[in-house]
């Protein structure tokens, strides 16, 4: 009988929440089936069949919690199933004599032996996808993990490769494919089925339904309790500065041909985010967190930039990590694929934490003004608003420029007020004046 438990994803993860069975007891089903939604306070994840076999027990209902290495459900494997609809007497005359029966722990069967090679659920799935080997795949990540990073390059050498090379390993991987371990997909949370919602609520002035129940769950779910805990814990204020875009605007238009050339969406992000960090470099407590246990400030010598995305499933924060490294190029590249991912629910955990820093931009939406929640623990967030021709005074005239707002929320207990002025000043000139952004280069 195999256990199948809820897998360790990393990066905090303690519990998850049934979702959705995708299977019944005493339902045959196959290796890498999916079997069961779990949402994460992360992302939300599938769960496939390590194995094929028949399923005995579903150990939990839809909508329990989950605690990380607690028993799913219990699995007869391929050729091991139980012998039902053998009499009790039948069962116990084939059963080995006590004398010789193994020790209980070695005839369960765990749903995580030893992996030769280490990477997160997601990556895993890629190498499916990819039909990559991954005992093949030389580790770049982090404690001699396999990265998504490490299997892109890996994929593009074996195709630059021979073809029957490629052919043949592509086979072994198929061979292999389930890495003897539960496969995680991320996806987007399901949204509530029909007999989830509650029945509607009638009264003698109502006519019809007048209200409809959603359970909230998942994604949603963990984002309320994220702005609970960060409008609660932090003290927040928001600096308000507007700024002229119409130099910004043209440099963006001549690049926008050399962009086009290299197939890249060049929109006005990265040039704020080239902006941000240097901003950060020369205001460290912007890029800081506040240790409330060790009553510590930790002031952060790389730039992790959250891009906050609208996504069907609610606000997801892809993080473009060392963006200080990264070329104008570069950026538009990664924030086009991150959030392309975010919206279709593949990010995996990496993904998604360790910002230090977040940017929040509503303008293409059409926002005027907002003042914008901190992503604890940070230390601050940008917002930035709609650009839009506006009447404004130049040299005692009425002149029209292409201006935008920006609004920035930081946190009192590590800011002040001049230093949040000073913060969008710098960010305000670099931006209004854009070839400032190549001096300040490092």
Request: proline residues 6%; negative net charge; aromatic residues 4%.
């Amino acid at each position: 009988m195999m256990e199948f438990k809820l897998p360790d994803v990393g990066e905090g993860i303690h519990e998850g929440e049934i979702g959705k069975w995708l299977i019944k007891e005493g339902e045959r089903v196959s290796c890498d089936q999916p079997i069961v939604e779990v949402l994460t306070d992360k992302v939300n994840a599938e769960l496939t069949a390590p194995a094929g076999g028949v399923v005995r027990k579903l150990m939990f209902a839809e909508g329990d919690k989950v605690e990380v290495g607690e028993v799913l459900f219990l699995l007869d494997e391929e050729g091991r199933a139980t012998l039902g609809g053998i009499g009790e007497a039948e069962q116990a005359a084939a059963a080995p004599s006590p004398a010789v029966s193994p020790p209980a722990e070695s005839r369960i069967a765990s749903v995580h032996p030893p992996r030769r090679a280490r990477a997160v659920p997601y990556v895993r799935q890629l190498a499916r996808q990819l039909k990559i080997d991954m005992e093949q795949v030389t580790a770049g990540g982090a404690d001699g993990r396999i990265t998504e990073e490490d299997l892109r390059r890996y994929a593009d050498t074996r195709e630059a490769g021979d073809p029957a090379s490629a052919a043949s390993e592509a086979t072994a991987s198929g061979r292999s494919g389930s890495d003897g371990g539960v496969a995680l997909h991320t996806q987007h949370p399901s949204r509530p089925p029909a007999d989830s919602v509650s029945a509607a609520r009638m009264d003698s002035e109502t006519p019809s339904c007048a209200e409809e129940r959603i359970p909230l769950r998942g994604v949603r779910l963990k984002i309320a309790e994220r702005l609970v805990k960060a409008a609660t814990i932090i003290p927040h204020v928001t600096q308000v500065d507007e700024l002229e875009a119409d130099a910004l605007q043209a440099l963006r238009e001549r690049l926008q041909p050399i962009a086009a050339e290299r197939q890249v969406k060049l929109t006005y992000l990265p040039f704020f985010i080239k902006a941000l960090v240097i901003a950060l470099k020369e205001f460290p407590a912007f890029n800081a967190s506040l240790d409330d246990g060790s009553k510590e400030i930790v002031l952060k010598r790389y730039y992790h930039i959250g891009i906050a995305t609208d996504t069907p499933d609610g606000l997801i924060v892809p993080v473009i990590r060392h963006a200080d490294k990264k070329t104008l190029f570069q950026l538009a590249e990664e924030i086009a694929r991150l959030t392309l991912q975010a919206r279709e629910g593949k990010l995996a955990l990496e993904q998604i934490t360790g910002g230090t820093f977040t940017i929040s931009n509503v303008g293409p939406i059409g926002s005027l003004l907002a003042t914008p929640i901190i992503n604890h623990p940070e230390a601050a967030i940008l917002a930035l608003h709609k650009m839009e021709p506006r009447m404004v005074v130049r040299n005692g005239e009425g002149v029209i420029r292409l201006m935008m707002n920006m609004a920035l929320s930081f946190d009192h207990r590590l800011i002040d007020g001049a230093d949040a002025i000073r913060f969008t000043n710098r960010m305000k000139r670099l931006l209004e004046h854009p070839d400032l952004l190549w001096a300040e280069m490092v």
